[in-house]
T-cell receptor, first 108, second 116 residues
Framework: AQRVTQPEKLLSVFKGAPVELKCNYS??????LFWYVQYSRQRLQLLLR??SRESIKGFTADLNKGETSFHLKKPFAQEEDSAMYYC??????????FGTGTRLLVSP | SQTIHQWPATLVQPVGSPLSLECTVE??????LYWYRQAAGRGLQLLFY??????ISSEVPQNLSASRPQDRQFILSSKKLLLSDSGFYLC???????????????FGAGSRLTVL
């Protein structure tokens, strides 16, 4: 089955601490993975995707096919990173399956 | 630039009443269009997607239906709402061609439906 698992509903850290939001996937084909973010009172938007191999707002994510993971990481969390984060997997032609999301709370 | 509009933003409807949520995209042609439902603890569930006028794919059996009467218009409907239809509905679009922006979804602001 094609599935995305985000095991943590809530992740609470202090400002300046490292952050890792976990994402595991199940897919028989070649995976294409994304992270989307929803800040308070804003629309859900793309944060980054694995094919771009980019760092956005200090966040990076590496696709690990052996562990079927695409964890989102940031070395030093900022208060403005507080948001809801969704991991997504392309499962077919232009179709995305999302995980249940992790709420990141960064405290001062 | 491309924009996506959803309305109404908030809707309170009695059980058994009909539903119509509308989504339109501007600034692009032949987009792929999607309806998702966002529920706490359940993430985003893909309900319908469309790759062209009149072409609708349903992902889950449910009380809802979708239509695409025009290239950039996507409508989510129900003839008789159930309590379980309450939720936050998101419309999204993506480019239909390949390339850098393939599979990247742009979301609308959402429509919150409460069925009483």
């Amino acid at each position: 089955a094609q599935r995305v698992t985000q095991p943590e509903k809530l992740l609470s850290v202090f400002k300046g601490a490292p952050v890792e939001l976990k994402c595991n996937y199940s897919y028989s084909g070649s995976p294409e993975l994304f992270w989307y973010v929803q800040y308070s009172r804003q629309r859900l938007q793309l944060l980054l995707r694995h094919i771009s191999r980019e760092s956005i707002k200090g966040f990076t994510a590496d696709l690990n096919k052996g562990e079927t993971s695409f964890h989102l990481k940031k070395p030093f969390a900022q208060e403005e990173d507080s948001a809801m984060y969704y991991c997504a997997l392309r499962t077919g032609f232009q179709k995305l399956v999302f995980g249940t999301g992790t709420r990141l709370l960064v405290s001062p | 630039s491309q924009t996506i509009h959803q309305w109404p933003a908030t809707l309170v409807q009695p059980v058994g009443s009909p539903l119509s949520l509308e989504c339109t995209v501007e600034g692009t042609s032949n987009p792929n269009l999607y309806w998702y439902r966002q529920a706490a603890g359940r993430g985003l569930q893909l309900l319908f997607y469309s790759v062209g006028i009149g072409q609708i794919s349903s992902e889950v059996p449910q009380n809802l239906s979708a239509s695409r009467p025009q290239d950039r218009q996507f409508i989510l409907s129900s003839k008789k709402l159930l309590l379980s239809d309450s939720g936050f509905y998101l419309c999204a679009w993506s480019v239909s061609s390949g390339g850098l922006w393939a599979n990247v979804l742009t979301f609308g602001a959402g429509s919150r439906l409460t069925v009483l």
